[in-house]
C-alpha cells in the first residue's frame, strides 16, 4: 500500500510503483497521470508490517524530498500513518511558563480536502508535511522555522478559516512524569512464590484467579483478543513473560538508562504467560497485544511540572494520535491508555484554578476525545484510561506511609476532563476510566493518590510486573489500575465475542462492588469513592450472555448495568450470580455447589434481597450481608435465610476458627442462627465460573452456641495472646481492673449477632456525665464461644472461638473468660485461716485477699534464703506493671515455716542470716514461734529502721488441709 491518500498531487520525479495491502481501495487517475488512492484505507490493515512500513517511508522521504534530518526523526506505520518526532530544538518556552512545539501546526482537513489542502496550506505558510494520519484526517506540519506562541496560534486561527480545514492549532505536549525508581523485588512468582503470594494481591483482589481456572480448564475456547497498549516503550525493551513478536509502533530511538519501563509494565498486568519456570502471569489468558509508543522524550523539564532535577517524559498530540489509530486499525478491541499530567505542579495549578492551565488540560481531554471518536466511526472499542494521580498533593504527605495529613484536591484532573470530553458522544459509552485501590485490613480501598470520579476503580499500589531485561519491579498508580480493567475487558471479549464495547462497560461497572472512599484524618473523601470491580463477577456475566439470543441478551446485560437482575420477580445483586461451589468433593465425588438463581425459581417468587455493606468505611473488609427472606416479613431470624458475600481479595473477618477462605474468588457463606440468637459462619462456598449447580436448595445447616447477652460475665478475662497486656475480673457488677482501677458495669447492649457491647463506668459515679469529660468508657464487646470475633489481621491477635471473648478494637484487646480465682489456684501452704494465738483479730486467708483483691495471684515461689527450711511467696495484688509482675508496694510477701522449722531471730542476727546486714531484731516474736505447727508470717514490705522488724506468726484454724 503506497503512494497516498486520495488528491494527493505527483512528487516530481517520483518512480511510479504500487504494493497493494487493502483489497478494498480503488484506484483513481489523476492529472499528470499518476494514479493515487481515491478511497480511505480498509478497515483493517497491516500496519506495521515491513511492506507497509518500507512503502510509508519512501512516500514520507518524497513529501520532503528525501531531507534525512526529517526521515530519521519519523515513526512509519505505512504510507497512511507516520509523524514526525519533536525534540529538545523544536521546544520554547511559552507565556505560562511550559514549553511548546514552536514549529509545527496540526491541522485536520475535511475529508474531501485531504493531503491535497495539507501540502497546499505547507507551501503558503513556509512548512513541509512531515506526518499524516489518513484515518483521523490529520496532517503534521514543520515549519521552517520556530515562532512565537501568539504567533503559532494566530497564524492556527488563520488556517483554520480555509475551506477545507476543519481545526489547525499547536501539536500540543504534556508530562509523563519523572522515570520510575528501580524497586527492591528480587524475582517473579516462581515455584517458591506462586500466583497467590503477596506480589500478586492485585490479580486476587481482581478475581483473576477464577479467571484463569476456567481458562485452564477450557483451553482454547476463549476467542482470542487484541489489547492495544498506548504507552512509552523503546526499542529492545520487551520481555520473555510476554508473547513474541507482538504488533508495533516504537520510536526510532533505543532505550536508555532513563527511559521508562511504564509501558511493559502495564503490558504484563494485561498479558504476561505464566509459562515459565518462573514467571508472573497477566489477567487475559486471550490477549494478543499491539502495542505502540506516544513518541516520549525525555528532558530536563522537571521544573516545569513540579519534578525539579528529574529527567521528564513528554508526549505530544500527534504521536500520541498516531498510536492510538495504530492499535484500533491493527484491529484492538480494547485500547488502554495510562498518559496525561501526573501529580505535577501543574496539577496544583489546575486545582487551585490556574485558568490557562486548566485550558491546557482540557484542550489535551478534548483533542483525545476527538481522535477516539474519530476512531470509532470505523471500529468499536472500548477505551480505558486512568484516572490520573492527583488526588492528595504530595508536597502535603505527612510521612513515608502516605498517610494523613494531606490536601485533597478538587476534581479538576485528567480522568474527569476525558469523561467530560467524552459526554455525549460515541466514546462516552465506550470510556472507562480507573482509579486505583490500595490494601487494607481485610480488605482494601481507594487509593490516596487516586483522582475521584473514577468509574471503577482497581488494584493500583506496589504491583508486579515487567520491566526491562527481563526483570519485575513493583510500581504503583492510576497506571496499574488501568491495565488491570483492560485484562478483563479482553478476558470478557473472549468469553463472549459478540459483545460489543458499551456492554462490556455495562458488565464492568455493573458487577463491580460498592467501595468506600479514601480516608484521611478519619473522614471519608466522598469524592474519591469508586465502585472497586469484580472481575470473576463479571467473568461470569459475560459466559451467560454468550449463550443467550439477542433479545433476552440486550435486555439482561442492561439489569446488570444496573447492578442486579430479575429472578423469580426478585432483584437480585449481579455479583450474586452464577454458580457456588464448596471446595472439594462430597461423599458422591463431586463439588457440593447451589446457584441462587435456581433457589429463586425453586422458591416461585416473593422472596426479598437485602444487601447490606458489613463495613461502609471500608478500613476492616467489604463484605457485604446478603438477606433473603423468604417468608414473612422478614422480622424474625426464621423467616430469613442470611448470607455473607465476600467479593474478590476480601479477607474473612470470622476469626482463626472459622472455615479457610481462597480470597482469589468472591465467595458465600451462611450465617446461621442457634436459639441464643448468636451467629456461626458456615463453610465458604467460593464462584466457579461455568460451573452447574448441583441442587437449588441452599446447603447450608444452622448450629446451636450459647449467647452472652443475657448472661452473667463473671470470670477472670485475660489477655490473648498477641493482646494488649491487662484484663479485668468481672463479679457481679464489680469490674476490677489488674492495674488496680475498680468500675462498675453501666450498661450491656445486646445486638442481633449474638454479641452484647459492655460499657462501664467509674467508681463512685452514678452517670456517665462528668464534671471534666466522661466517667464511662468501652469494655468492650462480649463474644460468646463459637462466635467468631471480628479482629482485623493488622492486630497480630489471633481469635480463640471456642472460649467467651470480651474485644475492644479501640484499646486492641482481647480477653478470654477464665473461672474467678479461687483458694484453689494458691498453693495449699497458704490455703486455710491463719490467726495469731494471742490476737484473734490478727489474721489473713486467701479467701479475704480474694475478697477484697480479686486480681491478686502468686507470682513468686523460693526456699527461703533466710530460713532453712521455710518458703517465701510473692503475691501480686495488682499488675501496675501490665507485665505479670508488680511492684514491691503493690506485693504482699508471705513465709511458710512446715511443721519442724524453727525460728530464732535473735540467734539469725548473731549469725549474720538476717537481711540487710541487721545484727538484732525489734520486736522480736521467736517466743510465739510453735516448732510444732505450721506457721505464716506477714512479712513487711520494706525494713526501715536499725533494727529488723520481726512478723507475728500466724496459725491455721481451719482448712489447712494437714498442712
Not at 514467571?279 to 497485544?289: Q, Y
Not at 482469589?664 to 465458604?684: F, H, K, Q
Not at 478475662?717 to 469490674?735: E, F, H, L, T, Y
Request: glycine fraction near 12%.
Amino acid at each position: 500500500m503506497v503512494h497516498g491518500p486520495a488528491g494527493t498531487p505527483s512528487p516530481v520525479g517520483r518512480k511510479k510503483k504500487m504494493i497493494i495491502i487493502g483489497a478494498a481501495v480503488a484506484l483513481a487517475v489523476l492529472a499528470g497521470g499518476a494514479l493515487w488512492w481515491a478511497l480511505k484505507p480498509a478497515a483493517q490493515h497491516d500496519l506495521g508490517s515491513p511492506e507497509a512500513v518500507s512503502a510509508g517511508e519512501e512516500f514520507a522521504a518524497d513529501l520532503v524530498d528525501g531531507d534525512s534530518a526529517v526521515t530519521q526523526r519519523q515513526t512509519v506505520a505505512s504510507p497512511d500513518l507516520f509523524h514526525y518526532s519533536f525534540d529538545e530544538e523544536d521546544l520554547a518556552e511559552g507565556a505560562d511558563g511550559y514549553p511548546f512545539v514552536a514549529n509545527q501546526l496540526v491541522i485536520r482537513t475535511t475529508p474531501e480536502a485531504g493531503l491535497t489542502e495539507a501540502r497546499e496550506i505547507a507551501d503558503d505558510i513556509g512548512a513541509r508535511v512531515v506526518g499524516l494520519n489518513i484515518f483521523l484526517d490529520q496532517y503534521q506540519l514543520l515549519l521552517d522555522e520556530a515562532v512565537a506562541q501568539d504567533d503559532l496560534t494566530a497564524l492556527g486561527d488563520e488556517v483554520s478559516q480555509r475551506s477545507g480545514v476543519a481545526a489547525a492549532e499547536e501539536n500540543l505536549v504534556t508530562a509523563m512524569g519523572p522515570a520510575e525508581a528501580g524497586g527492591e523485588w528480587a524475582g517473579a512468582w516462581g515455584p517458591a512464590l506462586g500466583p497467590d503470594s503477596a506480589g500478586n494481591w492485585g490479580m486476587q483482589a481482581l478475581g483473576a484467579p477464577a479467571i484463569w481456572e476456567y481458562a485452564d480448564a477450557h483451553e482454547g475456547e476463549l476467542a482470542p483478543t487484541t489489547v492495544g497498549v498506548v504507552d512509552a516503550f523503546y526499542k529492545k525493551q520487551w520481555h520473555a513473560d510476554l508473547a513474541p513478536d507482538p504488533t508495533s509502533l516504537l520510536p526510532s530511538g533505543e532505550a536508555d538508562e532513563d527511559s521508562s519501563t511504564h509501558g511493559l509494565h502495564v503490558s504484563g498486568t494485561i498479558a504476561t504467560r505464566h509459562d515459565r519456570p518462573t514467571g508472573i502471569r497477566g489477567v487475559a489468558p486471550n490477549a494478543e497485544l499491539s502495542y505502540a509508543s506516544t513518541g516520549e522524550i525525555r528532558g530536563d523539564h522537571g521544573g516545569f511540572w513540579g519534578w525539579a532535577g528529574d529527567k521528564v517524559g513528554l508526549i505530544d498530540r500527534v504521536s500520541t494520535d498516531t498510536a492510538l489509530t495504530f492499535v484500533v486499525e491493527s484491529g484492538a478491541k480494547v485500547v488502554n491508555m495510562s498518559f496525561g499530567a501526573t501529580s505535577s505542579e501543574e496539577g496544583r495549578k489546575a486545582q487551585e484554578g490556574d485558568e490557562a492551565v486548566q485550558e491546557k488540560m482540557a484542550q489535551w481531554a478534548d483533542d483525545r476525545a476527538e481522535a477516539l471518536n474519530g476512531l470509532l466511526e470505523r471500529h468499536d472499542f472500548l477505551a480505558v484510561s486512568a484516572a490520573g494521580n492527583d488526588s492528595c498533593i504530595e508536597e502535603e504527605i505527612g510521612n513515608e506511609e502516605r498517610v494523613a495529613p494531606c490536601t485533597v484536591v478538587g476534581s479538576f484532573d485528567a480522568g474527569n476532563e476525558l469523561k467530560g470530553a467524552a459526554q455525549r458522544t460515541p466514546l462516552g459509552n465506550r470510556l472507562i476510566v480507573v482509579g486505583a485501590t490500595t490494601p487494607a485490613d481485610g480488605g482494601f480501598e481507594i487509593g490516596w493518590f487516586s483522582n475521584g470520579n473514577a468509574d471503577v476503580a482497581a488494584p493500583g499500589t506496589d504491583i508486579l510486573s515487567a520491566v526491562a531485561d527481563d526483570g519485575y519491579d513493583l510500581k504503583t498508580g492510576t497506571s496499574m489500575a488501568a491495565p488491570h480493567v483492560s485484562g478483563l475487558a479482553v478476558a470478557l471479549f473472549g468469553a463472549d465475542p459478540q459483545l460489543t464495547a458499551a456492554e462490556a462497560k455495562k458488565l464492568i461497572v455493573g458487577t463491580a462492588n460498592a467501595a468506600p472512599a479514601a480516608r484521611w484524618d478519619g473522614q471519608d473523601d466522598e469524592k474519591t469513592s469508586a465502585p472497586i470491580a469484580n472481575g470473576a463477577a463479571a467473568f461470569q456475566i459475560a459466559l451467560m450472555t454468550a449463550e443467550m439470543d439477542e433479545g433476552p441478551r440486550k435486555g439482561f446485560i442492561d439489569q446488570v448495568s444496573s447492578g442486579a437482575v430479575t429472578a423469580s420477580d426478585t432483584e437480585l445483586p449481579a455479583p450474586l450470580l452464577g454458580t457456588w461451589c464448596a471446595p472439594g468433593e462430597n461423599g458422591d465425588g463431586q463439588a457440593d455447589c447451589f446457584d441462587l438463581q435456581g433457589h429463586l425459581a425453586e422458591q416461585g417468587g416473593g422472596v426479598q434481597v437485602v444487601v447490606t455493606p458489613d463495613d461502609p468505611t471500608g478500613r476492616e473488609s467489604i463484605s457485604s450481608t446478603v438477606v433473603l427472606c423468604e417468608e414473612g416479613s422478614c422480622d424474625e431470624r426464621d423467616e430469613r435465610v442470611q448470607l455473607r458475600y465476600f467479593p474478590p481479595g476480601a479477607v474473612s473477618d470470622a476469626g482463626s476458627g472459622s472455615p479457610a477462605h481462597d480470597v482469589s474468588y468472591p465467595r458465600i457463606a451462611e450465617v446461621a442462627w442457634g436459639e441464643g440468637g448468636n451467629p456461626v459462619m458456615g463453610e465458604p462456598y467460593r464462584l466457579t465460573l461455568g460451573a452447574e449447580g448441583t441442587f437449588p436448595e441452599l446447603p447450608f445447616a444452622s448450629e446451636e452456641r450459647p449467647s452472652l447477652a443475657d448472661e452473667a460475665l463473671d470470670g477472670a478475662w485475660r489477655p490473648a495472646a498477641g493482646s494488649a497486656p491487662g484484663g479485668v475480673i468481672i463479679r457481679g457488677d464489680d469490674v476490677f481492673r489488674t492495674s488496680g482501677q475498680t468500675e462498675k458495669i453501666f450498661q450491656v447492649t445486646p445486638d442481633d449477632d449474638g454479641t452484647a457491647f459492655v460499657d462501664v463506668i467509674a467508681a463512685g459515679y452514678s452517670s456517665c456525665a462528668a464534671e471534666v469529660g466522661s466517667a464511662c468508657a468501652p469494655l468492650g464487646r462480649a463474644i460468646p464461644a463459637g462466635t467468631p470475633a471480628a479482629i482485623p489481621g493488622s492486630y497480630g491477635i489471633a481469635d480463640v472461638p471456642d472460649r467467651d471473648r470480651i474485644w475492644n478494637a479501640q484499646s486492641g484487646e482481647l480477653l478470654v473468660r477464665e473461672p474467678l480465682p479461687s483458694a484453689a489456684d494458691f498453693p495449699a501452704e497458704l490455703r486455710g485461716e491463719w490467726c495469731a494465738k494471742n490476737d484473734s483479730e490478727e489474721c489473713f486467708s486467701v479467701e479475704a485477699l480474694l475478697e477484697s483483691t480479686p486480681t491478686a495471684f502468686v507470682s513468686g515461689t523460693s526456699d527461703s534464703e533466710e530460713v532453712q527450711g521455710a518458703k517465701d511467696f510473692s503475691l501480686c495484688l495488682v499488675d501496675d506493671l501490665g507485665s505479670g509482675e508488680c511492684t514491691t508496694a503493690a506485693s504482699q510477701f508471705l513465709r511458710y515455716f512446715p511443721v519442724g522449722t524453727e525460728w530464732d531471730c535473735a540467734e539469725a542476727g548473731r549469725k549474720g542470716e538476717l537481711p540487710y546486714g541487721f545484727t538484732s531484731c525489734d520486736p522480736d516474736f521467736t517466743a510465739e514461734h510453735d516448732p510444732s505447727e505450721p506457721r505464716l508470717i506477714v512479712l513487711p514490705n520494706h525494713q526501715h529502721d536499725k533494727q529488723y522488724v520481726d512478723s507475728v506468726p500466724l496459725y491455721r484454724t481451719g482448712d489447712g488441709a494437714g498442712q
